[in-house]
């Protein structure tokens, strides 16, 4: 039988170190078709990518999410926060994620994967959920990147309430919005090696 983990409380996180982050040097923003076109160079010399996406929140019970409207990948060095408003730099995206033979590994992908099709007209593909990593290895509850960065490196990934709940649609995105976004792909890939180490 399967031993069974407990995940740590939130209690227990918040006496940790800080995760160390990406800083905005290693962090690109992607708004145009030919930056697009230099970050598929750049990820295509590894085969896993941390990702996730952030939309524009809703606020009232039926409103409709038009997200995601940023795109998140990232390597073990280098993040890119791709924006969608350009229709060239969208499709860039739209051919990353549905690239076989690249996984892209997050935590909490379910929704993502429903606005992704709707969005961008692409299945991800090679998508991995890593609370089901978690879940394989006998954690009884999700995980989610808190919890899974405090277990594998015995630190605390903290999140920024105002940038959770920020506008990710805006044309320009503040530097607190681009670091928040980057990491969140960023502690992704390192959770994903970590977990392949163990």
Same mark, same amino acid.
């Given at each position: 039988?399967?031993?069974?983990?407990?995940?740590? @409380?939130?209690?227990?996180?918040?006496?940790?170190?800080?995760?160390?982050?990406?800083?905005?040097?290693?962090?690109? #923003?992607?708004?145009?078709?030919?930056?697009?076109?230099?970050?598929?160079?750049?990820?295509? @010399?590894?085969?896993?990518?941390?990702? !996730?996406?952030?939309?524009?929140?809703?606020?009232?019970?039926?409103?409709?999410?038009? &997200?995601?409207?940023?795109?998140?990948?990232?390597?073990?060095?280098?993040?890119?926060?791709?924006?969608?408003?350009?229709?060239?730099?969208?499709?860039?995206?739209?051919? #990353?994620?549905?690239?076989?033979?690249?996984?892209?590994?997050?935590?909490?992908?379910?929704? !993502? %994967?429903? %606005?992704?099709?709707?969005?961008?007209?692409?299945?991800?593909?090679? *998508?991995?959920?890593?609370?089901?990593?978690?879940?394989?290895?006998?954690?009884?509850?999700? *995980?989610?990147?808190? &919890?899974?960065?405090?277990?594998?490196?015995?630190?605390?990934?903290?999140?920024?309430?105002?940038?959770?709940?920020?506008?990710?649609? #805006?044309?320009?995105?503040?530097?607190?919005?681009?670091?928040?976004?980057?990491?969140?792909?960023?502690?992704?890939?390192?959770?994903?090696?970590?977990?392949?180490?163990?």
């Amino acid at each position: 039988m399967q031993t069974q983990h407990a995940t740590p @409380s939130k209690e227990q996180i918040a006496l940790l170190p800080e995760f160390d982050r990406l800083g905005p040097d290693r962090i690109a #923003l992607v708004s145009t078709a030919a930056q697009a076109q230099q970050a598929q160079a750049e990820l295509s @010399s590894v085969t896993v990518w941390g990702f !996730d996406t952030e939309s524009k929140p809703t606020f009232f019970k039926d409103q409709l999410s038009e &997200g995601p409207h940023i795109v998140q990948l990232s390597t073990m060095d280098k993040a890119w926060v791709f924006q969608l408003h350009d229709p060239a730099c969208r499709a860039v995206v739209a051919q #990353l994620l549905a690239l076989p033979g690249f996984t892209k590994a997050g935590f909490g992908l379910g929704d !993502d %994967r429903k %606005r992704i099709q709707s969005k961008l007209g692409v299945d991800v593909a090679q *998508m991995l959920e890593l609370n089901t990593v978690f879940r394989q290895r006998g954690y009884r509850k999700d *995980m989610g990147v808190k &919890g899974a960065v405090a277990v594998l490196f015995n630190q605390r990934f903290s999140k920024s309430k105002k940038a959770t709940t920020s506008n990710w649609a #805006l044309p320009s995105l503040s530097q607190s919005q681009l670091v928040y976004a980057a990491n969140d792909a960023y502690a992704a890939i390192r959770v994903f090696h970590a977990l392949g180490e163990r």
